[in-house]
């Protein structure tokens, strides 16, 4: 074979046929064939991925032995600029409210190459994992100044050319919702014009969320990019801004370009109420993110029993054939203080929190967090088919149901035409370069002894 090709054998691929074992061929980092095979097939030249070394030219035939091959996993819902930053930001009461004031209150403190620190280190940990495109929203604090503002785009889109050779990075930042006025929308406009890739905000949480709603829906006519809401995360059954956000999605002619995430009121309303809304949803053709980590621990933080977990009607939401995706949202910080940006394990608390268990089920959350966030972020040549680039994940399991049960740890990444992580890898990066970007992150960060996510 030449040197820009691979050929995989014995490959599980359940997003396509579980009865089949398949033959891929890549060349120079695009599907050149995926074939079903009548059975499982012997090469004699042919490597057991476990004991692969990645860079040797007689290890250009891979035998997967079985074992799930995915597209790369999408993350369409992280903030990586604030991951790791919980030993200088606290949350004592563990609600939204201290956590969105104790952080505002700490962002002029922090330094640039602190928040492309944070971005580098939690963006390669959810690559180690088999991620390979992440949407994350950016904290945009304008009534600090643009200078603060704008550090941490500047931070973001540095960290953004520097990671492009391992995953794709979409950049939104959260538009000013405590205060949305002429100064802060020029100091939004600048950042917009600096490179981001859409626009994105929580108008719940603004005293005048329409009107900002409308400005945001000029800004995105004006620059022609989508918008990404944190909508109505609350336990208020009243918090309906996503009816607004409907309604103008339609208005405007935005119809496919809008998301829509959390809806955590959605799940504490009547049914009849939540019914309406999910059916202008679908009316305004608007896309979705659950977060159900992040949901599950800062949700009903006041109620008595019984306490409502804030995790939004996702069955309700498929069914009516809205794409949902699922996402991490925060790492180690005042929204969040756990998680590793490991996909896997944020379908299995899905699993748990919507309870969805049945094999329909369980191969359904493995498209929310690969497919259905693919076509959100508008990934262009994403999938597992001739033609397409061959970004991929091997798991260390045969089956759907074993990788929601055992989280295997164990994971081969592939992406632009090489191999990014070996499971049998020292520290399980096979590029020197990662491993420096890795360590050099993690350095400067206070927590930076923690390995999560290394092999």
Same mark, same amino acid.
Request: charged share 25%; hydrophobic share 40%; net charge negative.
């Given at each position: ?136 929203? !950016? =904290? &945009? /604090? ?8 704008? *550090? $941490?785009? +500047? ?71 989508? !918008? =990404? &809401? /944190? ?8 918090? *309906? $801004?996503? +009816? ?212």
């Amino acid at each position: 074979m030449t040197p820009g090709e691979w050929m995989l054998v014995n490959a599980s691929l359940p997003l396509r046929d579980e009865k089949l074992l398949y033959t891929l061929t890549i060349r120079d980092g695009i599907w050149l064939a995926v074939e079903p095979q009548e059975g499982p097939v012997y090469i004699p030249d042919a490597v057991p991925i476990d004991g692969m070394q990645g860079d040797r030219p007689d290890e250009r035939i891979v035998d997967l032995g079985g074992k799930v091959l995915l597209p790369g996993l999408v993350d369409a819902h992280m903030h990586l600029d604030k991951s790791f930053c919980l030993p200088q930001v606290g949350n004592a009461s563990g609600t939204l409210a201290e956590a969105v004031n104790n952080y505002s209150a700490a962002v002029p403190g922090f330094s640039k190459e602190e928040i492309k620190a944070r971005i580098v280190r939690s963006a390669l940990q959810a690559v180690s994992f088999g991620t390979t495109a992440i949407r994350t929203h !950016l =904290d &945009f /604090h304008a009534r600090w100044g643009a200078e603060v503002a704008l *550090r $941490t785009v +500047e931070a973001a889109l540095e960290a953004k050319e520097e990671l492009a050779p391992y995953l794709e990075l979409e950049l939104f930042p959260l538009a000013p919702y405590f205060r949305f006025a002429d100064k802060e929308t020029e100091v939004l406009e600048e950042a917009i014009r600096m490179g981001m890739t859409g626009i994105g905000s929580a108008p719940h949480l603004s005293p005048t969320p329409e009107r900002d709603i409308d400005s945001l829906f000029r800004l995105a006519e004006k620059y022609d990019l989508p !918008l =990404d &809401f /944190h909508t109505d995360e609350s336990d208020d059954p009243n918090k *309906r $801004t996503l +009816e607004y956000i409907a309604k103008r999605t339609v208005e405007r002619g935005w119809s496919g370009r809008v998301t829509v995430d959390h809806l955590c009121s959605l799940a504490a309303m009547n049914d009849m109420d939540a019914g309406k809304l999910i059916e202008r949803m679908v009316e305004s053709r608007l896309t979705a993110v659950t977060l159900p980590g992040a949901n599950l621990y800062l949700q009903g933080r006041h109620d008595g029993f019984p306490v409502r977990r804030g995790v939004t009607r996702v069955k309700e939401l498929l069914a009516a054939g809205i794409p949902l995706a699922s996402a991490s949202d925060n790492i180690h910080d005042p929204f969040h203080p756990f998680g590793r940006g490991d996909l896997i394990q944020i379908g299995l608390i899905t699993a748990y929190a919507a309870h969805m268990g049945s094999s329909a089920d369980i191969r359904t959350i493995l498209r929310m967090i690969t497919e259905i966030p693919a076509a959100i972020l508008g990934l262009e040549g994403y999938g597992i088919l001739a033609g397409n680039k061959a970004d991929f994940v091997v798991l260390d399991g045969m089956t759907p149901e074993e990788l929601f049960t055992m989280l295997p740890e164990r994971r081969w990444i592939y992406r632009r035409g090489g191999w990014l992580r070996l499971a049998a890898g020292r520290a399980g990066w096979n590029e020197p370069r990662l491993e420096r970007y890795w360590n050099e992150a993690a350095q400067r960060l206070p927590f930076g002894q923690f390995r999560a996510g290394r092999a």
